[in-house]
């Protein structure tokens, strides 16, 4: 298996333009979560989808983020607009069943906001 | 303090050395899980250990889980340049998602 995939793997943008991250989790995977992990904060959790459902998405900072499942096999996390503290390293994960399983992480995008 | 977070926030040790970490948590938990973290990569499962465990292995790896006094400690024996990384405990309250630690930076020296 190729593990998760994400993509891009680096974003530089400039505040106020739209990003979109995107995630291919492990194929039979009903679990994906994604993260964002900074040098202040550690590693965050945004939110996290079961068989294509939000089941939690608390750690979503505010309204400029958004996230979609629209099959098993893709993912989206969407920035709108960006701002520059929105820099950080964003990864995407999967994990087999439930939220508390192993979860493999993708290699993340580095996304900064100038 | 945070659910889960480890101790200390940095060691550095000589190749061949054993290197131990430790995490601690508040609240009780489903499981518990250790990850390494290399520069610049996504981080990589260790190991998983469940609250009626105390101690797992895996190669040059040892957990132990004290639930009593909410604490686990990750060993790794003989310790190789290739060990250097960052290494983050996750615990999982139960009905709760992963929190993970701020981590545990390793250095290695040849």
């Known amino acids: 298996d190729a593990g998760v995939i994400q993509s891009p793997r680096h974003e530089v943008t400039e505040m106020g333009q739209e990003v979109t991250l995107r995630c291919k989790p492990i194929?039979?995977?009903?679990?994906l979560f994604w993260y964002r992990q900074t040098m202040m904060r550690g590693l965050e959790l945004l939110i996290y989808?079961?068989?294509?459902?939000?089941?939690?998405d608390s750690g979503m900072p505010e309204d400029r983020f958004s996230a979609k499942m629209p099959n098993a096999s893709f993912s989206t996390l969407k920035i709108q607009p960006s701002e520059p503290r929105d820099s950080a390293v964003y990864f995407c994960?999967?994990?087999?069943?439930?939220?508390?399983?192993?979860?493999?992480f993708g290699p993340g995008t580095r996304l900064t906001v100038l | 303090s945070q659910q889960g977070e480890e101790d200390p926030q940095a060691l550095s040790i000589q190749e061949g050395e054993n290197a131990t970490m430790n995490c601690s948590y508040k609240?009780?938990?489903?499981?518990l899980q250790w990850y390494r973290q290399n520069s610049g990569r996504g981080l990589v499962h260790l190991i998983l250990?469940?609250?009626?465990?105390r101690e797992k292995h895996s190669g040059r790896l040892r957990v132990t889980l004290d639930t009593s006094k909410k604490s686990s400690s990750l060993l790794i024996t003989a310790s190789r340049a290739a060990d250097t990384a960052s290494y983050f405990c996750?615990?999982?309250?139960?009905?709760?998602?992963?929190?993970f630690g701020p981590g545990t930076r390793l250095s290695v020296l040849p």
């Open positions: 250990i469940r609250s009626n465990e």
């Open positions: 996750a615990t999982a309250p139960y009905g709760q998602n992963f929190v």
């Open positions: 989808f079961n068989n294509n459902v939000p089941i939690d």
């Open positions: 994960a999967s994990s087999l069943v439930q939220s508390t399983d192993t979860q493999y």
């Open positions: 194929s039979g995977h009903n679990s």
């Open positions: 609240t009780s938990i489903n499981n």
